[in-house]
DNA sequence: ACAATAGTGTCTGTGAGACAGTATCGA
DNA sequence: TCGATACTGTCTCACAGACACTATTGT
């Protein structure tokens, strides 16, 4: 950038000579299923890492936003909107894919499973640990674990596992889950109180005494 | 991407008539100069956004990864090296730059204000926040700024700004900065006692009851 | 009545917060 | 001796952790 004004540099640098990275996002798409932390992973048809489990993700448009992308992606590739997303980290060693330059910005998606009827395949997080994936995945697979285990303690993701309504034992099970460790009853009710709401109504035909069903109030962060 | 195989589509993606986006690294380098916390940002020359002031950054080079990059703007804009740097966000909305399409991938870089005997032009935060930036580099500031206030409770990002050996008082300054708030001494050095290790030297010359200089327990996370 | 799950009362220890005190330097 | 800064002892209160208890359903 010697002796040339910003506006030529921009010139050449959008010029064919100076090539880019290709940019995607990647989908960590959790979801709870019973007593297990889920992720939905795609095989792969293709070289390399032909057969392989990889995350889903599409390419960014040169005119769709980062977030545009990423509905996009919820959208083709797990057939749900209006689903919980957050940025996680953006992955961009040189070698992470073998074809091309790609630079992954990877999103953590979160979805309660009565939404998901549809045909992504769930794989749970223990057998993913002990798998191997396509590219660098299963580090980023990794990342978004640790990040939910943290933001358990002080964010509400917990809820994003979970429909409007639930039962306080529900929720206790996601926090078990995420946290990977079991909580006592009393202890766990007496935090989470200022956070929900007694909706008034209770659950029923389950055999045994039934629960108070709540909501989150959305008045507390 | 119906009917073709994932080869074809990435040669397609490839050639010309796909457009890319550009990949940028942009830098909120802090530092704590006194009582406060300041950032390097660089006056433009040129249009758009002429003569305001903008957050140091580089292109992403085809074969440099992303610490690279940001490992070579902070050599070429700042002047320095083997400094903190951490990834903050990627900002990836349509017209954050009006000229051409580009992603950024901001870099969080901390380093104490000894290290910094160069030219990098240093502006407080509080008079960044009244002022107008160019690009949306306002809002990525802010988001640097709430993500140490955030880890200087968990993490020990507070030591990053300070050489080798400090002593409690210049810590304790550094911890009130990054908190905005005034701490008791006695509970912050009950709480920050685990973390650092006596070296048995002496501040001295000081015009009044020399302290104790500490270095960081580097056993202790 | 019983099994099983839902929900509550209470003790204890830890640690943050607040404040008052003592210690050691230069001038 | 005094001003200024460095450093320490201790009380209180909130809250996490642990555990024992009571309550309500279907069978």
Redesign the interface.
């Known amino acids: 950038m010697k002796n040339i004004?910003?506006?030529q540099f921009?010139e050449q640098?959008?010029s064919?000579q100076?090539?880019?990275?290709?940019?995607a996002v990647d989908l960590v798409l959790f979801t709870i299923d019973g007593d297990e932390l889920k992720c939905a992973l795609i095989k792969r048809?293709?070289h390399p890492f032909k057969n392989m489990l990889s995350l889903p993700g599409v390419?960014?448009g040169?005119?769709?936003?980062?977030?545009d992308?990423v509905r996009r992606g919820i959208k083709t590739k797990a057939g749900l909107k209006d689903i919980y997303f957050e940025?996680l980290?953006?992955?961009?060693?040189?070698d992470r894919d073998p074809?091309?330059?790609i630079?992954s910005?990877s999103y953590l998606a979160l979805v309660p499973i009565e939404k998901l009827e549809t045909t992504a395949a769930l794989y749970p997080y223990e057998e993913i640990q002990k798998a191997e994936l396509a590219f660098d995945h299963k580090k980023i697979v990794e990342y978004a674990r640790e990040r939910i285990k943290n933001k358990a303690n002080y964010s509400d993701i917990a809820f994003k596992f979970l429909p409007e309504e639930f039962t306080l034992p529900q929720l206790q099970k996601i926090y078990e889950i995420l946290l990977d460790k079991p909580l006592y009853k009393a202890n766990f009710r007496k935090k989470i109180e200022p956070y929900i709401e007694d909706t008034g109504k209770m659950t029923s035909g389950n055999a045994h005494r039934p629960s108070k069903l709540y909501k989150r109030n959305e008045a507390i962060i």
Chains 1, 2 share one sequence.
Do not use: C, H
């Open positions: 004004t910003e506006k921009l640098y959008s064919e100076y090539k880019k990275p290709s940019v048809s293709e390419f960014v040169i005119n769709e936003s980062l977030d992308a940025q980290y953006t992955w961009g060693e040189v074809r091309m330059r630079i910005v």
